[in-house]
């Protein structure tokens, strides 16, 4: 039996990939918007639907950002009505670990998880600094290394809250009086560096016992992290290459973890656009790439780099030949940068290489530069696409990003899922009903030790 | 005859505290999502303004001190903004208000999940903001220190600690108000000409500094339906009607008596004057534990046989009626002249009173003239008349 195809749907919300100004976009906040993406995604019978997390507006040059889509809902709440309006989809959220406390984030997954029999993940991220502190107690700033130290014990802590309910202490018997078997129920205590709590927890065990744990991090201590402890990983890494190496580096963590190759799905987000015909979809492809990056956004990604202003400059003419700014970064607050992990210096002059050599101007270097569309052409193009990285392991499945909300996944749904289905390589129903039975992993019945 | 506006306390099986044992309850289902939606759903049947969901950071415990190791009684239970959340797409009318303590919580979180569950609701989302003075709830965060201060007996009114921690919920519900705020209604522009999705002259840092916290906004979600979502304050005494009187839209006292509900009336109303408010008249219900029965003497024999189950009477913060229906009408007309605007019930039993209360007590109110026959309004501040707030920080 080939390899079995896991797909997810995330729903576009801040990002530079949503197409807000395409006439079918619709509202990111409504609640109706979530409702028909979810339920497009489980007519599609997809794993789980995703959301992603920002604590605070973007900012670029000290003003708030407003090129992209701005302003998202709640993950928790969005999440727990979605659990109203559909019955196996899973539910993942994403969920800072910086800026939140084990106590109250276990309860909420713990709730979400019995509100939606089973069905809820936890994308735990680490990012991002100070400037998203400011909205919070915590406040203040840890650096890369404190972040994944904190991640690494608000963890662990919250597993010992979800374990500790083993799922057998609710009597409920009316007869004899006892609703609880022990008075202890719940009992945990913490002692670390970051966190040390003790007490009683007050979710019993949830139906997924734990949520379904997913990572996002690409750092050396992220991809650490992923194979230690988590369930699937959220990658940026969607390129047929650049997936295979990422995907064989991660998976050969696991034994030093004492995990199997297949207690970790990697998952990269894919973007997709359809078309009757490959041509006629490299052309929409090609107009959704216009919309994405406008002249203004690319004067404005490339100040992300340049960590300079450069309002003065053509967007339609060539690159700035002053080199960037290498002090700290303070163009660009609150979003993953450009510079993350590498030299800008560099980047800038193999940007300004691949420019003269292609006759580039700023706006099609930017669009030549940043992420393009991982899958374009005909449904059956795309299906064959999808499959090929999967069975060559550049990847268990995907986490796709429609560049329209709300009804950017319905022609997937409609005409690629099927041609998946009748490879075999894509299920036509849901065998189980809990998220973790949608990703094939091992149930964890009542507690097992903290990993 | 003014109409009065009911609420109903949903907690566990029902506020006795045997009442997973009636033979009505369904004691294992009380973590399922088809208990709270088939709950909410009885009640929306009824035409009631809202139900509260009851929450709290730590194990049930009737001690305030440490948790009294009790396992006779319903332990365990589900964020209720969550609970709510879930709810809200099953129904139409009805406001849903969670309970959620600001003590050990981020106002930043808070403000936004309340935001959407206006959204997830259309309109229907309010918050029963509540302080935690319980150590044991404390080092579940390990942030801070709260030291035990007893709940009967000792006028705690006085008392530093709760002094400090009601100032911080005054503070807290400042800053859920100003980042609803924080986005005009308008702010979102999709301007395809200037590429603009936002108007950023619409959106506005809240810059709050208070003795617990500073935040700096905007929020992340953008304006609620209702402008604000209804925020709800349970005041026992002095102390609280401060609080719910500076910070609350509608105030949940617990008088034992018709003077004691003029005495709670006119003490937030004076708190409300003080803090001179401006944006309409606040509610006052006032809050009343029920076992309802065909006849009186059906509904004392329910009390009492819960009474045995439980040990002991059971005696509670508010006062608690066995009656009928009607007798219990008469009743909440009598205290309404004390100034009232309505009351929140908290059923015995819920899988018994409440049904009581909606095909018993509100069809003879109905009958009276005091009760609404039909929902009239779509959001919550709809159904206490009240206008959605203007934005403080939207230009005249
Ligand atoms: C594909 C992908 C998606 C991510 N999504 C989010 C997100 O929604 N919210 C967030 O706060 N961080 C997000 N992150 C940031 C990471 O979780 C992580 O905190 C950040 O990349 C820094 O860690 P690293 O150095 O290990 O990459 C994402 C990262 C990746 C690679």
């Known amino acids: 039996m080939p390899k079995q195809i896991h797909l997810a749907a995330h729903f576009p919300g801040v990002n530079n990939t949503t197409v807000w100004s395409d006439p079918r976009g619709g509202s990111h906040i409504e609640f109706s918007s979530f409702v028909h993406f979810a339920q497009t995604a489980e007519r599609a019978k997809f794993d789980f639907l995703f959301l992603a997390e920002g604590l605070r507006l973007r900012e670029q040059a000290g003003k708030i950002y407003d090129l992209d889509v701005v302003g998202r809902p709640d993950t928790f709440t969005v999440l727990s009505a979605l659990a109203a309006v559909t019955e196996q989809l899973g539910l993942t959220g994403t969920i800072n670990s910086t800026f939140n406390e084990p106590y109250e984030v276990a309860r909420q997954f713990a709730s979400l998880d019995h509100l939606s029999a089973g069905r809820a993940a936890w994308n735990v991220v680490t990012s991002w600094d100070a400037f998203t502190g400011e909205n919070f107690r915590r406040g203040g700033f840890l650096p890369q290394d404190q972040r994944y130290a904190r991640a690494k014990e608000f963890l662990t802590t919250a597993f010992e809250l979800f374990d500790s309910w083993k799922g057998d202490e609710i009597a409920a018997d009316a007869g004899s009086g006892q609703f609880v078997s022990r008075p202890d129920v719940g009992a945990f205590s913490h002692e670390g560096p970051q966190f040390s709590i003790s007490g009683q927890f007050n979710v019993p065990r949830s139906p997924q016992g734990r949520p379904v744990i997913f990572q996002a991090g690409d750092s050396e201590e992220g991809r650490e992290f992923a194979a230690s402890t988590a369930d699937a990983i959220f990658s940026r890494h969607s390129e047929f290459e650049a997936g295979r190496a990422f995907y064989t580096d991660v998976k050969d963590r696991l034994a030093t973890y004492g995990r199997s190759r297949d207690s970790l799905l990697i998952l990269p987000a894919a973007t997709f656009v359809l078309g009757d015909t490959d041509a006629e979809a490299q052309e929409i492809a090609h107009q959704v790439r216009l919309q994405q990056v406008s002249g203004q956004t690319a004067i404005r990604f490339l100040e992300q780099l340049w960590n300079r202003d450069l309002s003065a400059y053509d967007p339609d003419g060539p690159l700035p030949d002053i080199d960037p700014d290498t002090g700290d970064d303070h163009i660009a607050k609150g979003r993953a940068s450009v510079r993350m992990n590498r030299d800008p210096v560099a980047v800038a002059r193999e940007w300004r290489a691949l420019a003269t050599e292609k006759g580039l101007s700023i706006r099609e270097l930017i669009i030549e530069v940043t992420g393009r569309q991982s899958f374009v052409g005909s449904p059956r193009t795309v299906a064959d696409e999808i499959d090929r990285f999967v069975q060559a392991d550049a990847s268990d499945g995907f986490i796709l990003v429609p560049h329209v909300t709300p009804g950017g996944l319905d022609g997937f749904a409609d005409t690629v899922v099927p041609l998946l289905q009748e490879k075999g390589v894509y299920r036509t129903e849901y065998e189980g009903t809990t998220l973790r039975e949608h990703l094939g992993l091992a149930a964890l019945g009542n507690a097992v030790p903290v990993g | 005859m003014s109409q009065l506006h009911l609420a109903v306390g949903l907690e566990g099986a029902g506020w006795h505290p045997a009442a997973w044992r009636d033979p009505a309850a369904a004691p294992h289902d009380l973590l399922s999502a088809a208990y709270w939606t088939e709950l909410v759903a009885v009640a929306e049947r009824g035409l009631l303004d809202l139900v509260t969901i009851e929450d709290g950071l730590a194990l049930q415990s009737e001690r305030d001190d440490a948790p009294d190791g009790r396992t006779d009684r319903v332990r365990g239970r589900l964020d209720a903004v969550l609970t709510a959340a879930r709810v809200a797409p099953t129904t139409r009318h ?195 534990a029920v076992v309802l029965g065909a006849t009186t003497a059906e509904a004392q024999d329910r009390l009492a046989r819960l009474d045995e189950l439980a040990g002991e009477p059971w005696s509670t913060d508010v006062d608690v009626i066995a009656g009928t229906p009607t007798e219990l009408a008469d009743r909440l007309q009598d205290w309404a002249s004390a100034g009232l605007d309505g009351y929140r019930l908290r059923p015995a039993v819920l899988a018994t009173d409440l049904a009581h209360i909606t095909t018993g007590l509100v069809p003879e109110l109905q009958r009276r003239g005091a009760f609404r026959t039909a929902y009239t309004a779509s959001t919550l501040r709809g159904h206490f008349g009240l206008p959605r707030p203007a934005n403080r920080y939207a230009a005249v």
Do not use: C, M, N
């Open chain 2, 94 to 288: 009805i406001g849903l208000v969670p309970s959620a303590t600001v003590t050990h919580t981020e106002p930043f979180h808070l403000s936004k999940a309340v935001a959407t569950l206006d959204y997830v609701s259309t309109g229907r989302a309010g918050l029963r903001v509540q302080a935690s003075l319980r150590p044991f709830e404390a080092r579940h965060f390990g942030r801070r220190e709260v030291s035990f201060v007893p709940r009967q007996g000792v006028d705690i009114a006085g008392d530093p600690l709760v002094v400090d921690l009601l100032g911080e919920v005054v503070d807290y519900v400042e800053v859920l108000r100003r980042l609803w705020d924080s986005w005009e209604d308008d702010a979102e522009i999709r301007d395809v000409a200037t590429g603009r999705f936002v108007d950023i002259e619409k959106l506005h840092y809240i810059d709050f500094e208070g003795k617990h916290f500073s935040v700096r906004g905007p929020s992340i979600t953008p304006r609620p339906p209702q402008g604000q979502p209804l925020v709800v304050a349970l005041a026992h005494g002095p102390a609280a009607y401060a609080v719910a009187g500076r910070a609350a839209d509608v105030a949940i006292v617990t008088p034992h008596s018709l003077e004691e509900a003029r005495a709670a009336v006119e003490g937030v109303a004076a708190e409300r004057s003080a803090a001179a408010r401006t944006d309409g008249p606040g509610h006052v219900l006032g809050d009343l």
